[in-house]
């Protein structure tokens, strides 16, 4: 049972007329009401625990705006609709939106295969509707969830969106809140479950005006991004409902079918109730109050088993969790990179671990680290783990921010796609992902202040010189730097492109008839690892008997010695997929390849893996 007591924020619109205006401001003496439209001041009311009220006649897309004892008007922090940007007043959202969403279910996470969206690269118009033209696409790969990257008002146009400010209102540059509204609806037409990222552990530089309100920023911790939110301190509570707020903002108001919590490692909070926990409990009953499914996903680099862990052992009670090791653990078998926390990372091994453990380090030394970093999971069933080969950080975050098939050759392109999207792990696809786009995707920004965009460009030069890069990075402030990641849909029929697009289909459709994210037991599978050969074979159960998936992460041929009579379903070696041809038997396994082989109920039991 979640302890939040809701505390409604932010601006209304009247069904009678007239709208309601709620902040939280909790060292104020007094607080003005401007209606910036027509010149017009309202003295608030009090009200209980910092909070001020006001009623005025005023309709949809009104502007307004809030003075503090005094002091320069600023944006409602719980704004809807930033038409101008963070700096300029408020608009009221009318939210008097038809959805067609009413029959709609939000699927098992067990059912979900993800595909991590930016709005403003995924396609040329940048913008909600130029999404909708391509869900029908992503229908027919077999993707069932989008993940969108966080689309909260920024300063400028052009943002990987981590630095937003007005955390309520969808980006007006991609087509603001009706925008949004209409792609969640369109999605859920298609058939397709919309999760967002969120960030709860900073705000971003510019164009922030929380702290002008009431105590949001506490100084006894710091984060690699900026000011610590204070989820600990003296009126913590206020901040811990603005946050909650805004997670229960999406969820109801929008429609959307679950979150996705930046870096809450980077969320300090000793205190006897965890906010992550508190915001997720709220986040789930108050769904269930609607007959609503919603999900919250986290992201953890500490590899800390407590995120998915139910509050009844005291973990934070998240559905599932972002799997960076999954991740380093491929990418480095692939790409022989050993910089920066790679270094932790690159053998058979690792791989193996990562299917048989979800994590790879669980309490280990860490030479990245410099300490023994992460803990095993123990409850968490496998859909509660996101994989995948790419992601906006693990591309974007390299110095030139190219993807995956700019380091490794096509073959080992292609493993990558089996040993992701084969997994008994929740996968996720990042945009192009799916038929190898070429476009980068750089970190991208921009500022409207010269110092901060120039204290920007020097942040990323000095990250990337702790990986041993050498030259320099795409300018994060310019636009060409941002037209560079958009993604040219011309590519998916051409060539390479048009083989690993047909792949990934066939890919999603053996998951779907293997019911491979359906049986989550860890400890019903075989990991298999030949360190010396290169070699990692996970046997397991699955629809209608077991499947055994081989991957041969090295240059020479192999052989996995896995028992009994498989049939191959899929060789990515196959001449189908660009490949060479299959590399004889069942069991043998072309340079850089991946097979998945199957045999019904009755040949399950005849023979065990050996090794």
């Excluded at 709860?200 to 510019?206: D, I, K, Q, R, V």
């Excluded at 783990?385 to 392109?413: C, I, K, M, W, Y």
Aim: include cysteine.
């Amino acid at each position: 049972m979640s302890r939040h007591v809701r505390e409604p924020i932010g601006a209304v619109v009247e069904p009678g007329g007239g709208a309601t205006f709620r902040l939280w401001a909790p060292n104020a003496s007094a607080v003005e009401l401007a209606l910036t439209g027509r010149g017009e001041r309202l003295a608030m009311r009090r009200q209980a625990r910092g909070y001020w009220f006001a009623h005025a006649n005023a309709s949809a897309g009104d502007r307004y705006a809030y003075s503090v004892d005094g002091g320069p008007l600023r944006p409602d922090p719980a704004s809807r609709h930033q038409p101008e940007g963070p700096h300029e007043p408020s608009a009221l959202d009318d939210s008097g939106f038809a959805w067609t969403d009413g029959a709609w279910k939000n699927p098992s996470l067990s059912r979900h295969v993800f595909y991590e969206l930016h709005v403003g690269a995924f396609t040329p118009e940048g913008t909600f509707d130029g999404a909708i033209e391509r869900l029908d696409h992503l229908r027919e790969l077999g993707v069932t969830a989008l993940q969108v990257m966080p689309i909260a008002e920024f300063p400028g146009a052009r943002n990987w969106g981590y630095d937003g400010v007005s955390l309520f209102a969808a980006h007006s540059a991609y087509g603001g809140p009706h925008g949004f509204r209409r792609l969640v609806d369109a999605a859920h037409g298609a058939g397709l479950a919309v999760y967002l990222d969120v960030v709860y552990n900073h705000l971003g530089p510019e164009g922030n005006y929380l702290r002008d309100f009431g105590p949001y920023f506490t100084d006894r911790y710091r984060t690699p991004w900026g000011e610590a939110l204070n989820f600990d301190g003296h009126g913590s509570d206020g901040v811990r409902n603005f946050f909650i707020e805004n997670a229960l903002h999406w969820t109801r108001e929008m429609h959307v079918d679950g979150l996705r919590l930046d870096a809450v490692h980077a969320i300090v909070d000793p205190t006897a109730s965890p906010f992550v926990r508190e915001l997720a409990e709220a986040v789930r009953e108050r769904a269930a109050e609607r007959g609503r499914v919603v999900h919250v996903i986290a992201e953890d680099a500490s590899n800390d088993p407590r995120v998915t862990a139910p509050a009844r052992r005291n973990g934070f009670a998240c559905d599932a969790q972002w799997n960076d090791d999954f991740h380093h653990a491929l990418r480095a078998a692939l790409s022989g990179d050993r910089r920066g926390y790679y270094s932790n990372f690159g053998e058979a091994r690792h791989v193996a671990r990562a299917y048989a453990n979800a994590f790879v380090l669980t309490g280990q030394a860490s030479a990245f680290h410099g300490r023994r970093h992460g803990a095993a999971p123990v409850e968490t069933p496998d859909w509660g783990f996101v994989v995948f080969s790419q992601n906006h950080d693990q591309v974007g975050n390299r110095l030139l921010g190219e993807r995956l098939g700019e380091n490794v050759p096509f073959e080992a392109l292609k493993l990558a796609a089996a040993a992701t999207l084969l997994s008994p792990y929740a996968p996720m696809l990042f945009m192009g992902e799916e038929f190898a786009a070429s476009a980068r995707f750089p970190y991208f920004v921009s500022h409207t202040d010269e110092k901060l965009a120039e204290a920007v460009r020097k942040g990323r030069a000095e990250e990337f010189a702790a990986f041993g890069w050498e030259g320099e990075p795409p300018d994060p402030q310019s636009e060409s730097t941002f037209r560079s990641a958009k993604l040219d849909w011309d590519e998916a029929g051409e060539g390479e492109h048009a083989v690993m697009l047909e792949l990934h289909r066939e890919l999603l459709a053996l998951r779907r008839r293997f019911d491979l994210g359906g049986l989550n037991d860890r400890g019903a599978r075989d990991v298999w690892c030949d360190e010396r050969a290169g070699v990692v074979a996970v046997r397991r159960r699955a629809r209608g008997g077991e499947v055994a998936l081989l991957l041969n992460l090295s240059g020479g041929r192999a052989e996995a010695p896995v028992a009994g009579s498989w049939d191959v379903e899929l060789d990515t070696a196959a001449s189908r997929w660009g490949g060479s041809g299959a590399a004889g038997g069942a069991l043998a396994l072309a340079p850089w390849s991946g097979k998945l082989l199957a045999r019904r109920e009755s040949a399950a039991g005849q023979g065990e893996s050996s090794g």
